[in-house]
């Protein structure tokens, strides 16, 4: 110890009793443990009066908590539910909710903290020791279960009468089987599904906006316009499926920009008509910037180069964006000359 | 004896009302020996226990908002036009599992308060269980005899986590949506059956009218009652074993020590409910949790940027954003390989620390049953290795929310995702060496508190000038705490050529295993504790230095 190098008399005697105030219940090993600490009373066990105050304490949150479910009731009935307010610092929000969540909430809290502060200041807060038992059995318990277990194997015969077993074996193997069929109808096979969509040769391409069919006209250089195959519309019941394959997403750059040979050939007078869904997880497309030609998918930041064939420049995509071909009908609207001529969205195992 | 009987009745007839209910009772259910032994069962105190109470009382508050929201919530996908009270959608087009969420939300009082707690009360469950289930990690609590128990608290976080997923997919919204188009392109890259898959739980191709339908017999009654079942046993288990405890005075592996059931455990932890649902109840009244009519109806073509999973779900969304989009093609087929991996290292992940109870036991070949809690700086291997886990979750969450660091750091996108490339590999390894580093100085420091004492602060000065500070001794039950965890052996393989000059053979697992328990217990893993001579070396007055 440090102080044991200085002279007695020039410590200063406050100290002293601070130090060396450490006795060792056992000499022979220090580290030995000392048993349970004497208990500590709180100012409650003392003093009659601090444990009322405790008591009102208490008391004041339980009436605090009926208080509020009355508050909660009185909300209810009477702020209507439209009503918004203003509430600094979180802006304008529902009234009726803010009022319903923060007397619930109180109510809820009030009797959660008198609980919790009648145990901590007025239960007896004496720790007790409970003694463990091991987890295991005792030698005999487990011998005797051996036995009646052995006992019970012979007597049902199971290992003598082979037959019986295998084909019980079997007849429960089996059964289940009739639970798998019975998932059968989940859903129709794949079959080709995934490798066809809506358009086929002379489809109109229809605005996505205006609902509309597009002339060339519409689209200008370093625009990007979504659209959908004619006779597609939102009330149709399969709507939902087939936009998720149909969606397509229209830019124009100019034909000197487009760098792959077959993008320039299934394009018209430099519009490229691209599958919308990503093909990394099926996304849809949104973002597209008109300098570079880059279009990004918003979810997981795969990055198409539309100049180049939709080549896939960054991200975790794994193939380009399948493109359509398009030409311009008698009327001069863009329409489609064919189906994609590669599945669109998502890679899977038949793709190929 | 007919006469014992009756007299035994007549007595009980005279009692209280309440004793007689439990008389009836007990008749019938036995109750009375069931509360002898836990009545006043005993409950240890430290504030990390209070964790797993909150993924219970979540958990609770959960089935509760739940049933509530079920009696509004139409799990239907047929296309109506909506005319409710929220303007801006007024004349869309949307799914009735949205209509009826905009519903609850804007029609039905006191609807969005309740969808709020459900969906505040989900987020809290699954950190709960993350941070109780780190707080057992760290202390060993997983040991034997609790294994068992930390698999069943492990499937009730995995299984948590898909609750919470076909949970926030039912309103059907574009955000939710989203996420359901995620789960198909993933189920979409398995090999061989994932089209198949994707085919029958859609009920043809995406997203068809069946899902959601679907995902709420799943979210409402297959996974909370495999849940429930798993919560009750999980509890059963926590009675029987009795708690753990951290080492103290007068606390040994023998005994438990702390407060009873009734009424201080009862009383706090009952109390505890409320706190618990009273939180979440003021945190949902102020603070907005999906907001589904922000975000509109879903719709195969339409997205918004930003789009972010719930947070447990975090670190999937980020192995499948950093992985390369490698995709192989043969005969015919393609192997997605940039969807399949990352979807074969999510479970991987959860995995490695679910395993890691029996890969410790292994190791150290200790069957005992423990029931005092280590502290993380005592088991210097096993703390590095979780903080090495959570480091790990920690990358994939941040590259999960690549375009969420991008755009509030304002980062290039394209860095970000190649930091966390690389740190899924590094940041691992280097957080294990840092650990590891870090305990092991824990370790020095407790050693030096128990040979000189605890830094008092008073500085002093000598008579020839010098200055020092004053170290006081601790108590014994300082000294006890601090030097009552073991520090066991590594395994020895023992001499390769025995006593005859025959080889043994050693077999390649047994050279592993004596490898481990050296990473776990050897001279570079442990700083050996004082031990009494030393103590009493220091302490006696020859031990000037």
Redesign the interface.
């Known amino acids: 110890?440090?102080?044991?190098?200085?002279?007695e008399e020039?410590l200063p005697a406050a100290?002293d009793t601070?130090?060396?105030a450490?006795k060792?219940?056992?000499e022979q090993?220090?580290?030995?443990?000392?048993?349970?600490?004497p208990h500590e009373p709180r100012v409650q066990d003392i003093d009659e009066r601090a444990a009322k105050r405790s008591e009102r304490v208490v008391a004041l949150l339980f009436t605090v908590s009926m208080l509020a479910t009355v508050g909660f009731i009185a909300s209810?009935v009477t702020i209507p539910?439209?009503k918004s307010v203003f509430?600094w610092p979180?802006g304008h929000?529902?009234a009726?909710?803010?009022?319903?969540?923060?007397t619930?909430?109180?109510?809820?809290?009030?009797?959660?903290?008198?609980?919790?502060h009648?145990?901590?200041t007025l239960?007896?807060?004496h720790?007790?020791?409970?003694?463990?038992h091991?987890?295991e059995a005792a030698p005999e318990t487990r011998a005797k279960v051996m036995d009646d277990f052995r006992q019970g194997a012979k007597e049902s015969a199971l290992g003598r009468r082979k037959l019986i077993r295998n084909t019980m074996f079997g007849a429960l193997a089996l059964f289940p089987l009739s639970g798998v069929v019975l998932?059968r109808d989940?859903?129709?096979?794949?079959g080709t599904?995934?490798r066809h969509t809506l358009w086929s040769k002379g489809k109109l391409l229809v605005n996505?906006n205006t609902n509309e069919p597009l002339r060339p006209s519409d689209l200008v250089v370093g625009s990007l316009t979504?659209a959908?195959p004619e006779g597609l519309e939102?009330?149709d019941?399969e709507?939902?499926?087939e936009?998720?394959?149909a969606?397509l997403m229209l830019v124009r750059i100019q034909p000197d920009d487009i760098k792959d040979k077959r993008s320039l050939e299934w394009s018209h007078e430099g519009i490229l008509a691209y599958s919308?869904?990503c093909t990394?997880?099926?996304?849809?497309i949104?973002?597209y910037e008109q300098q570079t030609h880059h279009a990004l998918c918003?979810?997981?930041?795969?990055t198409f180069d539309l100049s180049d064939g939709a080549k896939?420049i960054?991200?975790?995509?794994?193939?380009p964006l399948p493109q359509l071909r398009i030409g311009v009908n008698d009327e001069g609207y863009l329409e489609a000359l064919g189906d994609f001529d590669e599945p669109v969205?998502?890679?899977?195992?038949?793709?190929? | 004896m007919s006469t014992t009987t009756s007299t035994e009745s007549r007595a009980r007839g005279k009692a209280p009302a309440g004793e007689r209910v439990a008389d009836w009772a007990d008749g019938r259910l036995g109750i009375y020996s069931l509360a002898k032994a836990n009545m006043r069962k005993i409950f240890p105190d430290h504030w990390s226990f209070m964790l797993g109470e909150v993924c219970l009382y979540s958990f609770l508050i959960i089935i509760l908002t739940g049933v509530y929201l079920t009696l509004f919530f139409h799990p239907s996908m047929n296309e109506v036009e909506y005319h409710g009270s929220y303007i801006p959608l007024q004349g869309q087009l949307m799914s009735e599992a949205y209509k009826s969420t905009l519903d609850i939300s804007f029609d039905v009082r006191g609807g969005l308060l309740i969808r709020q707690i459900h969906h505040w009360a989900a987020l809290v469950f699954l950190a709960g269980m993350f941070v109780h289930m780190m707080r057992v990690f760290f202390t060993g609590a997983f040991r034997k005899p609790r294994e068992i128990n930390w698999l069943f608290g492990f499937l009730l976080f995995v299984l948590g986590m898909f609750t919470g997923f076909t949970g926030y997919s039912l309103p059907d919204d574009l955000l939710s949506g989203t996420g359901i188009r995620f789960m198909e392109g993933a189920i979409l890259s398995v090999p061989i059956v994932g089209t198949y898959i994707s085919f029958f739980l859609f009920g043809g191709e995406f997203p068809g009218d069946d899902f959601v339908a679907r995902f709420f017999s799943i979210h409402v009654l297959l996974l909370p009652g495999i849940m429930l079942g798993l919560v009750v046993a999980h509890l059963i288990l926590v009675f029987y074993h009795k708690h753990t405890q951290f080492a103290g005075p007068g606390k040994t592996n023998k005994n438990v020590v702390g407060m009873p059931l009734l009424p201080v455990y009862m009383a706090k932890a009952g109390g505890f409910f409320f706190l618990v649902f009273g939180v979440l109840a003021a945190v949902s009244a102020i603070a907005t949790i999906n907001p589904i009519w922000a975000l509109g109806p879903y719709r195969p073509d339409m997205v918004s940027t930003g789009a972010q999973p719930d947070w447990y779900m975090g670190f999937s969304e980020g192995l499948i954003r950093v992985m390369p989009g490698w995709e192989i093609n043969f005969l015919g087929h393609t192997l997605v390989l940039g969807v399949f991996i990352p979807l074969m290292i999510f479970p991987l992940v959860l995995v490695a620390i679910a395993v890691y109870p029996f890969i410790e036991s292994w190791v150290t070949g200790d069957k005992r049953e423990h029931h005092i809690l280590d502290r993380p700086r005592n088991a210097p291997t096993r703390t590095a290795f979780g903080v090495a886990w959570i480091t790990l979750y920690f990358v994939l969450l941040v590259g999960g929310g690549n375009d969420i660091w991008a755009t509030h750091f304002h980062l290039s996108i394209n860095a970000i995702t190649w930091f966390v490339r690389v740190a899924f590999f590094v940041a691992p390894v280097v957080a294990f060496i840092v650990t590891k580093r870090i305990c092991l100085g824990l370790q020095r420091r407790d050693k030096e508190k128990v040979l000189h004492g605890r830094e008092s602060g008073i500085i002093k000065r000598l008579p020839h000038g010098e200055f020092i500070e004053v170290h006081e001794p601790l108590s014994q039950e300082q000294l006890y705490t601090l030097t009552a965890h073991e520090q066991p052996k590594p395994l020895e393989l023992g001499p390769e050529v025995d006593e005859n000059g025959v080889r043994r053979k050693v077999k390649a697992t047994e050279k592993l295993r004596a490898k481990l328990s050296k990473g776990f217990y050897g001279e570079e893993s442990q700083i050996p504790k004082p031990t009494v001579e030393e103590y009493k070396e220091i302490t006696s007055g020859h031990g000037h230095h």
């Open positions: 110890m440090s102080s044991q190098d200085i002279p020039n100290q601070s130090q060396g450490v060792l219940a056992d090993n220090p580290f030995a443990d000392p048993g349970l600490p209810y539910v439209d509430i979180i929000i529902s009726l909710n803010f009022a319903l969540g923060m619930l909430g109180l109510a809820l809290f009030c009797i959660g903290a008198g609980a919790v009648w145990a901590r239960m007896s807060d720790e007790l020791a409970d003694e463990r091991p987890i998932l989940l859903g129709p096979l794949p599904k995934l996505m979504f959908k939102e009330h019941h709507f939902q499926t936009i998720a394959k969606a919308k869904i990394h997880v099926g996304c849809p949104s973002l918003p979810c997981h930041q795969s896939v960054f991200g975790p995509a794994g193939h969205g998502p890679a899977f195992w038949e793709r190929g």
